[in-house]
């Protein structure tokens, strides 16, 4: 793949990241149990997904419960104010494909998108539908490969 593998502010707060993630996980217990199955079933085997998502500790523990399932996850930030740089850098440092981090402008915003494009993903997740619009826009030859996908609002982060 020509895309780097992540891109974060910083990679050396990772550890501080990987604490919040614990946190958020002690909290979660039924994503828990999904992840214990998934490391076993591996339901998402081969399935490549690409999220837009605010990227918390919460939603860590949901991408790594993904992955535990055997998808290969492409995240970026849906709102450059709500990301957390540590727990990026946790999820980067630990092998998930992310391109985020807190303060971008809206170039480096799409920019990130376009990363996560750049993995054709066969699923999407999407808060804001800006990834959605992006491959519409710009990739729609990667429509027909998309099997499905959530989205969580009706606008993007620009109006």
């Known amino acids: 793949m020509s895309v780097l593998d992540y891109k974060v502010r910083n990679i050396n707060v990772a550890d501080e990241g990987e604490l919040l993630i614990e946190w958020a996980s002690d909290h979660m217990p039924v994503l828990n149990l999904i992840r214990e199955r998934f490391q076993e079933e591996k339901p998402l085997r081969d ?3 690409g999220a837009v998502l605010h990227c918390t ?11 535990a399932g055997g998808a290969t996850v492409a ?3 849906s709102n450059p104010l709500s990301t957390q740089d540590a727990v990026v850098a946790a ?3 630990n092998g998930t494909n992310v391109y985020a981090w807190r303060n971008q402008t809206t170039e480096e915003y799409y920019w990130c ?11 999407t997740m999407d808060d804001g539908c ?4 992006r491959i519409h826009s710009e990739k ?5 490969n998309i099997k499905g996908g959530s989205e969580e609002t009706t606008t993007g982060v620009i109006g």
């Open 57 to 67: 500790k919460e939603t860590a523990v949901l991408i790594r419960t993904i992955e």
């Open 91 to 93: 999820l980067a440092k």
């Open 47 to 49: 399935v490549v997904i």
């Open 113 to 123: 998108i376009d990363q996560l494009i750049e993995y054709e993903p066969q699923l």
């Open 140 to 144: 729609p030859e990667l429509i027909d």
């Open 130 to 133: 800006d990834l959605v619009s």
């Open 75 to 77: 995240l970026a930030g």
